[in-house]
């Protein structure tokens, strides 16, 4: 029965060595995401509105020779122009803010910090709520895959916790 079971687990594509793949892969993820966030942070600090606007145009300028009426660069061009110092500033914080909170989850998960696995929920689930809050205002598609992937990895801590704990519990019940 038990050789059974261990063939099951190999084979099916939700068993514990899968999902704890796929949950350090998802933490890769974020941890790059978090460290990019940090780095934009930091940047966004010394960046003018007239600076982002300047890059902008040159950015675009290949994009309206071949088509005047594109709409990302548009929408790029139209949301640089109405931009100020001040919503740079906050972009700037929210950025380092939340890179560096998200990344200190991180390292907490990577080395398996029971405390932290509560945490990453709760915190991973505020940021979602902030993200679908924004959503309403932005619509911005990257607002949706940011909180696709921060929805996959709190299911997927949810079940790395209870693994954790589990083999905690084994290892206690274990007599010396």
Same mark, same amino acid.
């Given at each position: 029965?038990?050789? @059974? ?9 939700? $068993?514990?060595?899968?999902?704890? #793949?796929?949950?350090?892969?998802? *933490? ?7 460290? @990019?966030?940090? %780095?934009? $942070? =930091? ?6 509105? &007239? +600076? ?18 594109? %709409? ?7 949301? #640089?122009? /109405?931009?100020? =110092? /001040? ?7 929210? *950025?380092? =803010?939340?890179?560096? %909170?998200?990344? !200190?989850? =991180?390292?907490?998960? !990577?080395?398996?910090?029971? $405390? ?9 689930? +505020? ?14 598609? @990257? ?5 696709? +992937? ?17 083999? &905690?519990?084994?290892?206690? #019940?274990?007599?010396?």
């Amino acid at each position: 029965m038990l050789n @059974m079971r261990n063939r099951f687990e190999r084979n099916n594509l939700f $068993g514990e060595k899968n999902i704890h #793949a796929v949950f350090e892969v998802s *933490l890769l993820l974020k941890a790059i995401l978090a460290i @990019m966030e940090i %780095v934009a $942070g =930091i940047l966004t600090f010394f960046v003018t509105p &007239q +600076l982002l606007l300047n890059i902008l145009h040159r950015i675009t300028q290949v994009e309206f020779i071949e088509d005047r009426g594109d %709409v990302i660069a548009n929408y790029l061009l139209h949301a #640089a122009q /109405s931009l100020s =110092i /001040s919503s740079l500033h906050f972009a700037a914080f929210y *950025l380092l =803010i939340h890179g560096i %909170v998200k990344l !200190w989850v =991180i390292i907490g998960l !990577w080395r398996k910090k029971l $405390g932290y696995y509560p945490a990453a929920i709760v915190i991973f689930s +505020l940021f979602i709520i902030y993200q679908l809050y924004r959503y309403t205002f932005t619509h911005s598609i @990257m607002l949706i895959l940011i909180t696709i +992937l921060d929805l996959v990895v709190i299911v997927l801590t949810v079940l790395e916790y209870r693994q954790l704990r589990q083999e &905690q519990k084994r290892l206690q #019940a274990k007599p010396m």
